[in-house]
């Protein structure tokens, strides 16, 4: 079992940047596929952006790509989110998890596990 633990809850303006750490400990970090979610006020658990256990692949959503950067350093145990260019629709509670699925078979938040107690950023106008 791995336990994740995020961090870098904030409040940034709009236009501004913001990075956010998942820290891993328990089992072997470099097996699992990692992502972040999010979740606002009222709506779903949707997909941010995940990758794959050597840090060599990403996938985003439409919504965040261009903008954010995930990114790992295995040595640390450590995935990161660079947020740049934040808007105030991105405010949200962040979530990082690892994934139940080989890479590529599916974003949806059944298909990671072991959920991390979220950070919470938000973006003022």
């Not at 409040?11 to 992502?35: D, N």
């Not at 790992?72 to 629709?89: C, F, G, H, I, W």
């Not at 991105?90 to 690892?98: G, H, I, L, S």
Request: charged letters at 20%; glycine letters at 12%.
């Amino acid at each position: 079992q791995v336990q994740l633990v995020e961090s870098g809850e904030g409040l940034v303006q709009a236009g501004g940047s913001r990075r956010l750490s998942c820290a891993a400990s328990g089992r072997t970090f470099t097996w699992y596929i990692i992502g972040w979610f999010r979740q606002a006020p009222r709506k779903e658990r949707e997909f941010v952006a995940t990758i794959n256990q050597n840090g060599g692949v990403t996938y985003y959503a439409d919504s965040v790509k261009g903008r954010f950067t995930i990114s790992r350093d295995n040595a640390k145990n450590t995935v990161y989110l660079q947020m740049n260019s934040l808007k105030p629709e991105d405010t949200a509670v962040y979530y990082c998890a690892v994934s139940h699925k080989p890479w590529g078979r599916g974003y949806s938040k059944e298909d990671f596990g072991s959920w991390g107690q979220g950070t919470q950023v938000t973006v003022s106008s």
